[in-house]
Structure formats: structure tokens, C-alpha cells
């Protein structure tokens, strides 16, 4: 079982930790939508193109909105499309958001956050220096080599770096988990035995690792490719290799009180990435719990959450 798996199944009461409430899970989704709102009207402005991505297209599909439990919200690019995000976020964005990229010190992810400002959130998994906000994860959808060996070489090139980038990350935040999560022995075991590889990467800095692993996601320049991947998803390159007319051309679908691009192919998309049944609602009992250590949304209509 992957480690953020096993901390969503934590009981945060014999930890001291927090689970938010129905209530404040409705403010946290309410803040996202404002930040897609103003992520989108900036890629409008720009003509550039994003994408609805994992869960946040089966809410749209199933829920027209946010997955009722849900507490983020993802989307893709493409490379070419992120690229020209990324050169126009400050300008645009910058007063009230942050674009956190993989390398960026002190950031442990190798996928991009938009962060909005004035927020705090501290999961279980980060370091004493992080200092995250409220985000959007950004999951950019490569370009794979059309011959079949190529593709199955970037492949491993790409698992070989999430490996190393693993590694390094649990045993960056090996302490801030454990300080938090030490009494149970799942957690530890599973820290442990990640970290332990650490030691063995310690020639390059953690956010030199992260960069590199980007660099290696984006080696194939072929825009026009058969399939496109998405490394730093939650499945990794295999599991997350799709053909480019079905997740590259877009339809507009009702979301919360807007309309955003979700995939045409979003049937073969989901289908593919969360089985046949996708539309049907799982048990309560299977509904992601949303533990953190601290959530600051700055509201002050209703004062901080934490």
C-alpha cells in the first residue's frame, strides 16, 4: 500500500490531529472553485489550454461539481501548455498566488501547485519548512516516443526517478511524519523502509532530484505523438499512458456554476483509470477522510480553521 494511503487511514483522534467538517469542507471547495475561476480567466486572456484531471472529472461527470467528500481539485496541461503558463504566473498571478515547481526549495512534490497566498495547510506528509497554501495540483501530460521500445525505455527512465524521488522525499519528511504519526507501527514501518534508500541518492540535493526527475518526464518533443503519458500521476507512466485524441481534445461540462474542459474521451479516460463503475458512489465507509495537522484559509468571516 502506497504511504499516503496508508496515512488517509489513520485515526486522527488517537493522534491528535485534525479532520475537518462538513462545513469547512464547504468552504475549502469554495475557495478552489474561486481559484480555478481565476486560473482559468487567466489561461482565457492567454489562450492557453487545461484540462479537468482524476477525480475532479468524475465529479464533474457524476456530480457536476466537486466529489462531495472531495478537498482538492486536479487538472493537466500539456508541456507546451504549462510552458506558457509558467511564463506569464507571476505577471498574472503573482499578487495573490504562488506557482510552486518541482526543484523550488523547500517544495516536495515533482508536480507543480498553483498555491493561493495567505493560506496555510500542513499535512501529515511535509517538513517543518514547507509552508504550503491552499492549491491546485498541476499534472502535466508528456509526450511519449511513438516506437513502442522508446516509449517503454522513457517509461523506466521515469519510474527509476519517482523511485529516487520516494526516497528522498519520505526521508525529507521522515521527521515531521513521525512526530505526528510515530505511535503507529504501519506508518513507521512503511517511513523506514522508504527512507532507508536515501542514503544512497545523497550526492544530489532533494530539490535538484525533483528537478531532474522533471527534465526526464519532458524528453520527448514530438507534440504531434500517439499516446501522451502523465509520469507524476498518482499510477505513474504505465498506468497513466493515454492516447492524445482521447485526453487532448476537450469538451465543456458543468462544474459547480461553471462550465470547464474535461476530457472528450472522458468515458475511455475514466474507464480506464478508475475501472468500468466509476459512476457509481461508493459506500461511506470508502469516502476519503481529509486529515491535517493545521488548515489556515484565512477567512475572516470565519476565522482561521486549525
Known amino acids: 500500500m502506497a504511504l499516503q494511503d496508508i496515512l488517509k487511514n489513520l485515526n486522527p483522534e ?5 479532520v475537518i467538517s462538513d462545513e469547512e469542507l464547504k468552504l475549502v471547495q469554495e475557495k478552489l472553485e474561486s481559484m480555478l475561476r481565476d486560473f482559468d480567466e487567466v489561461c482565457t486572456k492567454y489562450n492557453i489550454k487545461w484540462c479537468l484531471f482524476g477525480g475532479s472529472v468524475i465529479g464533474a461527470v457524476r456530480h457536476e461539481g466537486f466529489i462531495p467528500w472531495d478537498d482538492d481539485v486536479d487538472i493537466f496541461m500539456t508541456r507546451k501548455e504549462y510552458n506558457k503558463f509558467r511564463q506569464i504566473a507571476e505577471t498574472e498571478m503573482g499578487s495573490r498566488y504562488l506557482l510552486k ?3 523550488r526549495k523547500n517544495y516536495i512534490y ?6 493561493l497566498r495567505h493560506t496555510e495547510i500542513e499535512p501529515i506528509q511535509t517538513t517543518e519548512e514547507a509552508n504550503d497554501g491552499l492549491y491546485i495540483d498541476i499534472f502535466i ?3 511519449t516516443p511513438n516506437n513502442a521500445i522508446l516509449r517503454k ?3 523506466l527512465l521515469c519510474t527509476i526517478m519517482l523511485f529516487i524521488d520516494s526516497a528522498v522525499r519520505q526521508n525529507k ?3 515531521h511524519i513521525l512526530k505526528y504519526a510515530g505511535t503507529d507501527k504501519e506508518i513507521v514501518a512503511a517511513i523506514n523502509k522508504r527512507a532507508s534508500f536515501a542514503w544512497l541518492f545523497g550526492f544530489k540535493s532533494f530539490e535538484k532530484w525533483l528537478s531532474l526527475s522533471d527534465k526526464v518526464f519532458s524528453l520527448c518533443g514530438n ?3 500517439k499516446y501522451v503519458a502523465c509520469p507524476s500521476g498518482r499510477l505513474h507512466y504505465f498506468k497513466e499512458t493515454y492516447q492524445r485524441k482521447e485526453m487532448c481534445n476537450y469538451i465543456k461540462h458543468k462544474f459547480e456554476n461553471h462550465e470547464w474542459n474535461i476530457p472528450a474521451g472522458y468515458e475511455y479516460y475514466l474507464s480506464k483509470r478508475y475501472g468500468t463503475d466509476y459512476m457509481t458512489v461508493p459506500p461511506k465507509e470508502k469516502h476519503e477522510k481529509h486529515i491535517y495537522v493545521k488548515l489556515d484559509l484565512n477567512d475572516n468571516s470565519r476565522g482561521d480553521i486549525a
Open 141 to 143: 501530460m508528456e509526450n
Open 153 to 155: 525505455f522513457h517509461g
Open 110 to 115: 515533482h508536480f507543480p501547485q498553483l498555491q
Open 14 to 18: 488517537d493522534l491528535g490531529l485534525m
Open 223 to 225: 507534440d504531434e505523438s
Open 173 to 175: 519528511c521522515k521527521s
Open 101 to 103: 515547481e518541482p526543484g
